[in-house]
């Protein structure tokens, strides 16, 4: 199993500031994801996390206005660069774990913006 | 390329009566299937996951999906609705990658 920490949890940002969100996982995991689901909206994936390497961006997304660090199996951040209300969303960290039998996917709480 | 149909945006039911969400998909691989459900300023939970054992898979708080290969469906039920099942409902699916793609979700309301 995995348990998934993510920082912060709710946050007011102003327009044109940058915020970065941290993912935590208790175990080493093959992969992780960053979702963003807008309000009343349901989830979009933002990018694949790789270890190590440049993250790989979904159509839409590009890393100068959401770069993605995973230095390590366990630990990733997402940054919102140059916010603008339409970022307000809610920001989720989504790990595979390897288990006994067969792949798991864990979703962290997620994280709250709201950018006024 | 995989893609998600929720048919219904909105679905209302008595508390007792029965629940069906609707749930379509289409994918190049053998798919992995989910339903999650968020209620209101909550996180995503698991109700129950389909990966090409049983077709009828039983989840948490009583619900269940039938996996349906030659309509593409994948539909959630439960027998009797109860008040805390107000949420909203994700129908997802999982390429070999595992990356996962929702569906617009359905949420659904429960009249006492």
């Known amino acids: 199993s995995a348990v998934i920490s993510q920082k912060p949890s709710r946050d007011i940002c102003q327009r044109g500031t940058s915020l970065t969100i941290q993912c935590q996982v208790d175990s080493q995991v093959t992969m992780m994801f960053w979702y963003r689901q807008q309000p009343g909206q349901s989830l979009t994936l933002i990018a694949t996390?790789?270890?190590?390497?440049?993250?790989?961006?979904e159509s839409g997304f590009v890393i100068d206005k959401f770069p993605i660090s995973r230095p390590n199996l366990t630990f990733s951040t997402l940054t919102v660069s140059n916010m603008s209300p339409e970022d307000s969303s809610i920001y989720l960290c989504?790990?595979?774990?390897?288990?006994?039998?067969?792949?798991?996917?864990?979703f962290g709480e997620g994280s709250w913006l709201t950018v006024v | 390329a995989q893609s998600v149909t929720q048919l219904d945006s909105h679905v209302s039911v008595s508390e007792g009566t029965p629940v069906l969400l609707r749930c379509n998909y289409s994918?190049?691989?053998?798919?992995?299937l989910f339903w999650y459900v968020q209620h209101p300023n909550k996180g995503l939970q698991l109700l129950l996951k389909?990966?090409?054992?049983?077709?009828l898979v039983k989840g948490i708080n009583g619900f269940e999906a039938e996996f349906k290969k030659s309509e593409t469906s994948f539909h959630l039920t439960k027998p009797s609705a109860h008040m805390s099942d107000a949420a909203e409902y994700f129908c997802v699916v999982s390429d070999a990658g595992n990356m996962l793609t929702f569906g617009g979700g359905t949420r659904l309301m429960v009249k006492p």
């Open positions: 989504s790990v595979v774990s390897a288990d006994r039998v067969e792949d798991t996917i864990y």
């Open positions: 994918s190049s691989y053998s798919p992995s």
């Open positions: 996390a790789n270890q190590g390497s440049e993250a790989t961006y």
């Open positions: 389909y990966t090409s054992a049983a077709t």
